[in-house]
């Protein structure tokens, strides 16, 4: 019964000395001195910070991609035991977190991502050949998905990636649609011959070519996106608490996280009412967040330039929090600054008056120019000074995304432009800094040219009360006290999600040029390198170099790339095939492939983007062949002076262009050709009717 156990165990495994080799070498490169040095260095002190972020569940933003990547390091420092309380205020500090790498930066798990998306096709690509839709065909085209949703989710340079993938999966599929050989059903090929099976095969060609397609778009496109989604969503469960990146994000935003604005509007009321004390925040936020301000300063009566003003209360948008941020809205047709009970909610398209709450003074405009906008009105707070100035502050609510013509203005919510009645001039921040005499805040001015939705026009309550006193020592009052009503209003994820990208690209297209960018052509040239961290006493420092040798030689290996597809797409072009036919096939996209892996090992972008381009060519030039006929692979050479061609004087018609049956010698036969040449024909011995100017290649031998 145990005789089993008797018998010898044998284990066999095959060892791949090379990958072992390069593994240990990886290792070591990587764990030895970990530790030093122990100090901050280049743009861990961004990277660190946003660990300690996570750690203690506080929003950021990074522009510099997605928070996949983020996230990856954040798991380093939670399975080392970091928790969050270490100051990364400047490089050179010490650092004793140990991560996945030498250093705390994306791009090594950038590259791991890059590679495992290549190889991840290419082994699904080997599986197509001999076993499609089996398990391990499956895991390799779900791995590639994953892997460039992966990429793209750490730094948008995983985009490069992606697309390489995409295009080398678009050109493999375009090959499948013409492929005639594929069935899903396993059809039998002698019950395919006859006509009555004929219509059925086309048919399961038909299904299993849109089976192919479809698993590819499920894995290549769906996939990653849904993958990019849950990136977002795991970032923003992790990160709900208020923090320093707040006052980027809209107000609606800012009221979703815990403490900060939410702490400051829990209780506001949603409807905004005739005699509402509200803080106006401009939707778009540039150069810096800020709120509709004004304070007992007037505009000088000349200003440096010459020009003159009127003289009025000065209106601003100022980026801090302040209590001369309050405006009453008024109801034109009453006097009353006091919520009236019911209160009567303000709606699309109604008339009002917006008063500054410290001053009673109000919000008007008028034919004067801007202080530093002077094709634009000048905006200020009215101060009736008995001239020939009479006030012009009636103004015309207009809800952005509203529903309907008949919505109700809503806190936080709504987006709302204000248009000047008397002389249709739009609310506007400039985003231009006022002088001294403005105290540096920044213009807002009367916009007489509206071009559409500007997020520089549009504005939101972000602070809101019902005012009860009309007495202006009591009102001062309210406008420091907190609301009573409570009202919920959590953004749904996907708006957040919007929202995130959406500032994420933005601030990516502001940046100011760093001081240690660098243009692509300087990527190959290596005349760019970073000083990352140098000691406080001695001369050892990090400092970025690429390696000259494998540089160059990568550099020179994809410019002779594209020369040589150059060349061999020329060669082709005029029918001399160097490579056979089927290598030609496969060849594009192979050489895409080697091309997309130099680019994620190097960083050369713009060198292989040239690169590829010359195997799309290629590809383009076998993809432009005309259709041979009955199921030829070669294009027919022209057909030489001396062959029998049909009578021009025949009668016109299918049959003029007809040949009789012609015996086609066996592979290899040679012919006696005059002037002493040869003849070989490689063509099996069958019965070919055809046009005589689709004759079969003949290739002439000396």
Wanted: hydrophobic content about 40%.
């Amino acid at each position: 019964m145990w005789g089993f156990l008797k018998r010898p165990v044998v284990v066999t495994a095959d060892i791949n000395l090379s990958l072992v080799a390069l593994t240990g070498m990886g290792l070591l490169s990587r764990l030895w001195r970990l530790t030093y040095p122990r100090a901050v260095v280049f743009d861990e002190v961004y990277y660190g910070q946003y660990i300690s972020f996570y750690m203690k569940q506080i929003f950021f933003l990074d522009d510099s991609g997605p928070p996949f990547g983020h996230m990856v390091l954040a798991l380093g420092g939670y399975l080392g035991g970091f928790d969050g309380n270490f100051l990364w205020n400047r490089i050179g500090a010490e650092n004793a977190l140990i991560t996945q790498s030498r250093l705390m930066l994306l791009e090594s798990v950038l590259i791991f991502f890059n590679l495992l998306a290549v190889l991840s096709y290419l082994k699904f690509f080997n599986c197509q050949k001999h076993s499609p839709f089996s398990l391990s065909w499956w895991f390799w085209l779900t791995l590639t998905g994953v892997a460039c949703s992966c990429a793209v989710g750490i730094k948008y340079m995983g985009v490069f990636t992606y697309v390489l993938v995409l295009g080398v999966a678009a050109v493999h599929a375009w090959h499948l649609i013409g492929d005639q050989t594929l069935s899903n059903v396993g059809a039998d090929v002698q019950c395919c011959m006859r006509p009555a099976c004929m219509g059925q095969m086309r048919m399961s060609q038909g299904v299993c070519v849109f089976c192919h397609l479809l698993a590819r778009a499920v894995a290549l496109l769906v996939i990653p996106v849904v993958l990019y989604l849950l990136f977002f969503y795991v970032h923003l469960i992790l990160v709900f608490r208020s923090g320093p990146h707040d006052q980027i994000m809209s107000s609606a935003f800012q009221a979703s996280l815990e403490g900060g604005l939410a702490r400051i509007t829990q209780g506001q009321p949603l409807e905004v009412a005739f005699g509402s004390q509200v803080t106006l925040r401009n939707v778009f936020g540039k150069p810096v967040p800020c709120w509709l301000h004004s304070h007992q300063d007037t505009y000088p009566m000349i200003y440096e330039n010459g020009r003159g003003s009127s003289h009025q209360q000065q209106v601003t948008c100022y980026p801090f929090k302040d209590v001369n941020n309050w405006w009453i809205v008024k109801d034109p047709r009453r006097h009353q600054l006091v919520v009236s009970s019911p209160p009567r909610p303000v709606r699309h398209g109604d008339m009002v008056q917006l008063v500054h709450g410290m001053t009673t003074r109000s919000l008007n405009t008028h034919d004067v120019a801007a202080p530093l906008s002077p094709h634009s009105q000048e905006v200020s707070c009215y101060i009736d000074y008995n001239i020939s100035m009479p006030a012009q502050n009636l103004w015309r609510l207009e809800i952005v995304n509203r529903g309907s013509d008949t919505d109700v203005w809503k806190t936080i919510l709504s987006e709302v432009r204000f248009v000047h009645v008397n002389t249709s001039a739009v609310l506007k921040l400039s985003g231009a800094h006022l002088p001294d005499w403005g105290y540096r805040q920044l213009e807002i001015v009367g916009e007489k040219l509206s071009r559409g939705y500007h997020g520089s026009t549009v504005w939101n309550v972000e602070e809101h009360r019902y005012g009860a006193s009309q007495e202006q020592r009591e009102r001062e009052r309210e406008l420091h006290s907190p609301a009573q009503v409570d009202v919920s209003r959590n953004l749904s994820f996907m708006a957040r999600f919007s929202e995130l990208q959406w500032r994420m690209l933005a601030l990516r297209s502001d940046d100011s040029e760093h001081k240690y960018s660098s243009s692509p052509l300087e990527w190959v040239t290596l005349d760019t390198n970073i000083a990352y961290w140098l000691h406080p006493r001695t001369s050892a420092q990090i400092h970025l170099l690429g390696n000259i040798v494998i540089w160059v030689s990568g550099s020179l290996a994809l410019a002779i790339y594209a020369l040589l597809s150059l060349w061999y797409l020329l060669r082709r072009r005029r029918n001399v095939h160097d490579l056979p036919q089927a290598k030609e096939r496969e060849d594009p996209a192979c050489g895409s492939s080697r091309v997309g892996v130099a680019r994620a090992l190097s960083y050369r972008c713009l060198a292989a983007l040239g690169a590829g381009w010359g195997a799309v060519c290629r590809w383009l030039g076998s993809e432009l062949r005309p259709v041979l006929p009955d199921g030829e692979d070669t294009l027919p050479l022209p057909l030489p002076a001396r062959t029998h061609l049909p009578n021009p004087s025949a009668p016109c018609g299918p049959a003029a262009h007809q040949r009789p049956p012609v015996q086609v010698p066996a592979p290899e036969e040679r012919l006696q050709r005059p002037g002493g040449g040869l003849v070989l024909l490689r063509m099996p011995r069958i019965q070919h009717t055809a046009p005589t100017h689709l004759r079969r290649q003949v290739t002439l031998a000396t």
